[in-house]
């Protein structure tokens, strides 16, 4: 019998692992394949994630969060679970020495009694979370640094605060209408679909690059009387006012969702500080620097309005940032005109 179309095309496929492992054997073959295997600990921890996010909209028959469900266990919340997924799949294979979440006031360091490695995983685990009860897409976004405390002991808080440009990977992953795992390592920015039926990211999306000049715009517009005259302006020049050429507005509210979008077709996405948040909404370590990441190595550009984001030199761990990110030319003239405002 013959194979059919889908059989052929799932013999040729190119699944995370092999990607992984043949990116290493090109770019660094004298690597000991600790980052190669942090990145399948963060896919294996994307699929459960994933397998429960897929039954969220199921909670209210099978057991509300924060209820009790039909085995009698308590529903944990989603983020809460993905929290835990996350730690659960990189707190004991003796590859990390500390990780820091944006669900936990301070890091978290290795049980006793398991051994730690050289790398530091900071992560947001379900971001969006206003979305996550009304079926709109979420995400999960990683930033992965080299310790730089020396030895094999416990990592330290200055593991964690390191700037973005010394990431040696970061990645997200998108729960929407599939299943996307975007990462880079430096080398080119790749994107993986989830396959439900063979259980794997699949490469879907190699080497993603990003327009110059985007058609999108993305921002939440509610902020606008609490913005700075600049920023008010530069938003202005976006909706095709002032002699800027007009753009078409999209809004998700998911961060992922709405810089994925983006990176694809090309586009902008903004949230400065206002008078409510001085700083910004977003968090610089969990946030910001691992998409400013895949934005720079996609060809985009990253900008807290001022200064790439990948220079800022963190203080804190929950420190927040505004965010100008996406297509190059659009974010830096967003900056120029920022500078020329101040
Ligand atoms: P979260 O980490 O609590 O989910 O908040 C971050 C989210 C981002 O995903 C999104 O870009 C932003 O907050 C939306 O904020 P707003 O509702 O103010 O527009
Ligand atoms: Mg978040």
């Not at 290493?24 to 600790?34: D, I, K, L, S, V």
């Not at 509300?64 to 294979?93: I, P």
């Not at 309005?305 to 003239?333: E, M, N, T, Y």
């Amino acid at each position: 019998m013959r194979p059919s179309l889908s059989q052929i095309a799932l013999s040729r496929v190119i699944t995370i692992e092999q990607f992984i492992i043949e990116q290493e054997r090109r770019f660094a073959p004298e690597a000991t394949g600790e980052l190669s295997n942090l990145l399948y600990d963060i896919g294996l921890a994307a699929k459960i994630i994933n397998s429960h996010v897929r039954m969220a909209g199921l909670a209210d028959i099978l057991g509300a969060a924060g209820g009790v469900n039909v085995q009698g266990e308590v529903v944990q919340k989603l983020d809460e679970f993905a929290n835990e997924t996350m730690k659960h799949a990189l707190l004991r294979t003796g590859r990390t020495c500390l990780l820091a979440s944006e669900e936990d006031e301070q890091p978290i360091p290795i049980p006793e009694g398991y051994p730690t490695g050289k790398y530091t995983v900071l992560y947001d685990p379900l971001d969006g979370s206003s979305n996550i009860d009304v079926n709109v897409s979420i995400g999960t976004i990683f930033s992965i640094h080299k310790r730089l405390s020396p030895g094999k002991g416990p990592g330290e808080l200055r593991d964690c605060l390191q700037p973005g440009r010394t990431q040696v990977a970061a990645g997200y992953v998108l729960y929407g209408s599939s299943t996307m795992l975007v990462y880079t390592t430096g080398q080119g920015v790749h994107g993986f679909t989830f396959d439900p039926s063979i259980g794997e990211f699949l490469l879907s999306h190699p080497n993603i690059t990003t327009p110059p000049v985007g058609k999108y715009y993305s921002v939440n517009e509610s902020n606008f009387p609490r913005w700075t005259l600049p920023v008010q302006g530069v938003v202005r020049r976006w909706k095709g006012a002032d002699g800027g050429e007009a753009k078409n507005c999209r809004y998700i509210g998911s961060l992922v969702a709405d810089f994925h979008r983006n990176l694809m077709v090309g586009g902008v996405f903004a949230y400065p500080a206002d008078v409510n948040n001085t700083q910004g909404k977003l968090r610089l370590l969990y946030e910001c620097a691992p998409l400013a990441f895949l934005c720079e190595h996609a060809g985009g550009y990253a900008s807290d309005g001022q200064r790439c984001i990948l220079d800022v030199q963190p203080s804190k761990l929950h420190q927040r940032s505004p965010l100008f990110i996406g297509s190059r030319d659009d974010v830096r003239a967003a900056e120029l005109a920022l500078a020329a405002g101040a």
